[in-house]
T-cell receptor
Framework: AQSVTQLDSQVPVFEEAPVELRCNYS??????LFWYVQYPNQGLQLLLK??????LVKGINGFEAEFNKSQTSFHLRKPSVHISDTAEYFC????????????FGTGTRLTIIP | DTGVSQNPRHKITKRGQNVTFRCDPI?????LYWYRQTLGQGPEFLTY????????KSRLLSDRFSAERPKGSFSTLEIQRTEQGDSAMYLC????????????FGPGTRLTVL
């Protein structure tokens, strides 16, 4: 079975400052890794995903994440945040075979301070 | 693509009543998932369909829950004899193929059991 840990439930950041949202996972088999964003009163939207290859993955809205196999981490970063980045961010994993169901972390609420 | 749609968006019911939710996936997406999200938590997997076949059900899915996907198109999730603990957001996602293809989520159905 897989599990995902997002240690930071809330992260306040000043506008135009950099941010890192942490994600660690546990799995005995190879996994795909995902970051989803949930804006207020909206559905989940994919930010980026790691399937294979380069460990640095770029996504939408200026976000990027780095897969670190030895530390079993997939942290999300953005060099300069905007008010519009206020949302809930979920890290998720799936196996690379079978039904590929997603296992999510508990989420990190990113609040941008003007 | 019109995206994944779910109906109704909100459902309020009394304990003991039956409810049914509908999910219309993106056209030609073979794989369909149901998840449940409670307040402050990430989505949790409920069940998975490949075309019309239901291939996996989570232990979260008690005997009161049933899901179908006739003809491999839309899907329904029925909860019989609802309980207050069933109150949650029910999310549907569709995926074109395996291999890490993106799961696209619908807006969800929020169920409140009084």
């Amino acid at each position: 079975a897989q599990s995902v840990t997002q240690l930071d439930s809330q992260v306040p950041v000043f506008e135009e400052a950099p941010v890192e949202l942490r994600c660690n996972y546990s799995s005995s088999v190879s996994v795909y890794l995902f970051w989803y964003v949930q804006y207020p009163n909206q559905g989940l939207q994919l930010l980026l995903k790691y399937l294979s290859g380069s460990t640095l993955v770029k996504g939408i809205n200026g976000f990027e994440a780095e897969f670190n196999k030895s530390q079993t981490s997939f942290h999300l970063r953005k060099p300069s945040v905007h008010i519009s980045d206020t949302a809930e961010y979920f890290c998720a994993v799936s196996t690379t075979f079978g039904n590929e169901k997603l296992t999510f972390g508990t989420g990190t609420r990113l609040t941008i301070i003007p | 693509d019109t995206g994944v749609s779910q109906n109704p968006r909100h459902k309020i019911t009394k304990r003991g009543q039956n409810v049914t939710f509908r999910c219309d996936p993106i056209s030609e997406h073979n794989r369909l998932y149901w998840y449940r999200q409670t307040l402050g938590q990430g989505p949790e997997f409920l069940t998975y369909f490949q075309n019309e076949a239901q291939l996996e059900k989570s232990r979260l899915l008690s005997d009161r829950f049933s899901a179908e996907r006739p003809k491999g198109s839309f899907s329904t999730l029925e909860i019989q004899r609802t309980e207050q603990g069933d109150s949650a957001m029910y999310l549907c996602a569709s995926q074109l193929n395996s291999g890490g293809d993106t799961q696209y989520f619908g807006p969800g159905t929020r169920l409140t059991v009084l």
